[in-house]
């Protein structure tokens, strides 16, 4: 089975890129475009290497969707990676208080993306 990243967003302006970046280091994205259906590929599928949450589906019911899984042990341990629009000192705080393990701005996305997804991943996905 190939390693797979659960990719929370609705803005089909950054689909497209995330998705190539993720393959470039064969990871495959399952897009997702609500909370509801990020529940259902996380109950009913094999567990992602990592959760990229884009904040700009919806902030608040961002980070309390990223606050429900870090509760919840089955998903403590899959880094987390949100994206938001713009460099914000208090909403990043705030993505790390909810259990973020990463945050990336849109703007820096192309550039910063693979570096930051692979040094999130568990080492053995490093290999």
Same mark, same amino acid.
């Given at each position: 089975?190939?390693?797979?990243?659960?990719?929370?967003?609705?803005?089909?302006?950054?689909?497209? +890129?995330? #998705?190539?970046?993720?393959?470039?280091?064969?990871?495959?994205?399952? +897009?997702?475009?609500?909370?509801?259906?990020? *529940?259902?590929?996380?109950?009913?599928?094999?567990?992602?290497?990592?959760?990229?949450?884009?904040?700009?589906? #919806?902030? #608040?019911?961002?980070? *309390?969707? +990223?606050?429900?899984?870090?509760?919840?042990?089955?998903?403590?341990?899959?880094?987390?990676?949100?994206?938001?629009?713009?460099?914000?000192?208090?909403?990043?705080?705030?993505?790390?208080?909810?259990?973020?393990?990463?945050?990336?701005?849109?703007?820096? +996305?192309?550039?910063?993306?693979?570096?930051?997804?692979? *040094?999130?991943?568990?080492?053995?996905?490093?290999?």
């Amino acid at each position: 089975m190939p390693k797979q990243a659960l990719f929370i967003t609705n803005d089909t302006n950054i689909t497209g +890129l995330v #998705s190539g970046l993720l393959a470039k280091i064969e990871i495959e994205a399952m +897009l997702v475009e609500s909370f509801a259906k990020a *529940d259902f590929v996380l109950y009913y599928q094999a567990l992602p290497e990592c959760i990229i949450l884009d904040l700009s589906l #919806s902030q #608040s019911q961002g980070l *309390d969707y +990223l606050r429900k899984l870090k509760a919840d042990e089955r998903y403590t341990k899959i880094p987390m990676l949100v994206i938001i629009e713009t460099p914000d000192p208090v909403l990043i705080k705030d993505a790390f208080q909810a259990g973020a393990t990463r945050y990336l701005a849109k703007a820096f +996305l192309q550039r910063s993306f693979l570096h930051t997804i692979i *040094d999130i991943l568990p080492s053995p996905a490093k290999a």
